[in-house]
């Protein structure tokens, strides 16, 4: 046996677990930076309402997310494969078909899109925490300068 053994966990994960049996000690390769480099492969990716708020615990929200997700797999080439929507985030596997956008501007037209709309859903519909989601949200933003008004997510997709 060598020094050194490598288990590989594949392109999904894009991690490399380095055994080395003298020390007798895992070492985790952490090279991979995380973002998304091709557009043929699939990603689990991660959503994230600013300061983890729960957002997604009413049915006018979350319909209005998954109205958004619903137009991306028709007019955008987004191919969903599952999803799980908690009430702070949302977790996807996707790819997009081949075509002129990348999974990067599909998914960057998805949380520009869809933080307007919850925004606009806030203050229409009858929610009890208006006027803090919505000085929250504002808060979030107000130091960016490539924010308007709100900041409904967190920068970054987390793609592995």
Request: charged share 25%.
């Amino acid at each position: 046996m060598s020094e050194k053994s490598y288990l590989g966990f594949g392109k999904i994960f894009r991690t490399l677990v380095i055994c080395n049996p003298r020390i007798k000690s895992f070492t985790l390769n952490m090279g991979f930076k995380y973002r998304i480099t091709a557009n043929d492969e699939l990603y689990f990716l991660t959503l994230t309402v600013v300061d983890w708020i729960d957002d997604f615990t009413r049915k006018e929200l979350c319909e209005d997310l998954l109205d958004s997700l619903k137009y991306c797999q028709q007019h955008k080439g987004l191919i969903v494969y599952a999803w799980c929507l908690m009430p702070s985030h949302l977790h996807l596997v996707v790819s997009v078909k081949e075509g002129p956008e990348t999974l990067s501007d599909v998914m960057r037209d998805f949380k520009k899109f869809t933080s307007k709309k919850i925004i606009q859903s806030i203050n229409e519909i009858a929610e009890s925490r208006r006027d803090w989601l919505l000085r929250h949200f504002a808060y979030a933003g107000k130091y960016n300068s490539k924010i308007k008004n709100y900041k409904f997510w967190l920068d970054g997709l987390h793609p592995i």
